[in-house]
Structures are given as structure tokens and as C-alpha cells.
């Protein structure tokens, strides 16, 4: 029987994800490092265990249900539990833009990674983290999800023309309020985190956070004490105003 916390985190093989990794390797968790891609995920975990981390790859594409299913069996029959579930797998769709020109089809798009994708796993695995003894999901947000800041024409937030992504990790948000409500008296506390903007693919590589730092605010989550938040987002500098 493993005697260390496990954790899943999806969309674990690059960029925040695979920092996230790390970082819950270093605090001495089992870190099943999700993948929609097999390759790409096996060489994220060699990274990891190169470095002395306990990392196991498992795929996981979040838009597929049968691939949920099938992780979740696994992680069933190998660990019986999981502590920690990091929600980071997300997109930004190619034709993102804003509302009078994009596409129904890139907005669905967006939804369906970043919303339908998130509820479907923490679904799946839900009885998993019922069974551990008090388990966090952490679903990774945004400032442009944030109504107060893209809604400040001061802001730089304000000036993002990226719909599918905005909207759909403000649906994300309420995905949070409305799980950690639902599991309020569990021992199971639900938070976003927003890392900011980290030198990624998705972020731009010229972004002046690190994934390392991106990384930290979820982790933190991860690893709240019993008496710790729940139904919030938060960044580096605290409760983000959403």
C-alpha cells in the first residue's frame, strides 16, 4: 500500500502543469502526472524521476469520457484514493478573438476543454477523494476570468479579445463555488488558483513569471491545513477579486 499522498494533476507533461508536478514530488507526494498524449507524458515523468520524484504517467484526455474512466479505474485499482486533484488542464482555442468575430465552434470549443473537460473528471474522481482523509481540488483560474478586472477599463485584462478562454474559465470559477458548497462538512476543500502570466505556451514565452512561480499558488492550495479556504481563487498576492 503507498503510505505518501498521491496526487493527479491533468495536463501534467509541460509548462504549469508539469512545475505543479514537481513541486507536489518535492513535498513527498505520489504524483500521477496526466497526458492526453503518451509520449509526451512519459517524458515528463522521466524528467521527474530523474530528480528522485515519485511520478507515475497516466493518459488522460479530459475532453474524452472513456479516458476519464479509465484513468479513474486505474488510479482505483493502484492507489485506492487520491488526496489531490490539480484541475490544470486547459486551452486557449486556435480563432479565439472576441465576441463579435469568433467562431460558435472555436467558443465551443473552449467550453468543452475548460469546463466540460473539468467537471468530468472531478466527477470521476470524486469517490476516489471522498475515500482519502482530507483531499483538495484546485482548479486552475485566471485574471481574465476576473469580472472586476476585465471589466476596469484601466486594466490591462480589459484589452484580452479572447472570449472562449475568458468566459469559459469564468464558468470554471462557478464549477469551484459550486463544488466546494457541495462539499462543504467533508474535509474537502475546492479553490482556484491563477498564477498569473508565466512564460509558457500558452502564457508566451516572453511572460515574466516562471511556470515555477505559477506553480506555487496551486500547490499551496494543495496542501492547505484542515481549517484553510474553500470556494475562493486566489494569486500570488492573495484572494483574487472575481
Known amino acids: 500500500m503507498n503510505t505518501h499522498k498521491i496526487a493527479l494533476v491533468t495536463g501534467a507533461n509541460k509548462g504549469i502543469g508539469k512545475e505543479i508536478a514537481r513541486q507536489l514530488g518535492q513535498a513527498g507526494f505520489t504524483v500521477l502526472a496526466g497526458s492526453r498524449d503518451v509520449a509526451r507524458g512519459e517524458v515528463a515523468v522521466k524528467e521527474l524521476v530523474a530528480e528522485g520524484l515519485d511520478a507515475v504517467g497516466i493518459q488522460l484526455e479530459v ?17 485506492g484514493r487520491l488526496d489531490v486533484l490539480i484541475n490544470n488542464a486547459a486551452i486557449i482555442p486556435v480563432g479565439d478573438d472576441a465576441v463579435s468575430r469568433i467562431g460558435l465552434g472555436v467558443l ?3 467550453f468543452e476543454t475548460n469546463v466540460l473537460g473539468l467537471v468530468g473528471v472531478a466527477q470521476a474522481f470524486l469517490p476516489l477523494l471522498r475515500k482519502a ?12 476570468a476576473s469580472f472586476e478586472q ?9 484589452t484580452v479579445r ?7 474559465k469564468a464558468a470554471a470559477n462557478m464549477v469551484t463555488v459550486m463544488l466546494a458548497n457541495e462539499l462543504r462538512g467533508t474535509g474537502i476543500l475546492v479553490n482556484g488558483a491563477d498564477p498569473g502570466n508565466c512564460a509558457t505556451d ?20 494543495a496542501t492547505l491545513d484542515a481549517d484553510g479556504p474553500t470556494g475562493q481563487v486566489y494569486a500570488e498576492e492573495g484572494r483574487l477579486a472575481w
Open 63 to 79: 475532453t474524452d469520457e472513456a479516458s476519464v474512466r479509465r484513468a479513474a479505474g486505474q488510479v482505483d485499482a493502484a492507489y
Open 108 to 110: 465551443r470549443e473552449a
Open 133 to 144: 482523509d482530507a483531499a483538495r481540488i484546485v482548479n486552475l483560474s485566471t485574471s481574465l
Open 150 to 158: 476585465v471589466g476596469d477599463p484601466e486594466s490591462r485584462m480589459s
Open 202 to 221: 500558452m502564457g508566451g514565452w516572453s511572460a515574466a513569471r516562471t511556470p515555477a512561480q505559477g506553480a506555487a499558488v496551486a500547490v499551496g492550495l
Open 162 to 168: 479572447t472570449l472562449g478562454y475568458n468566459s469559459s
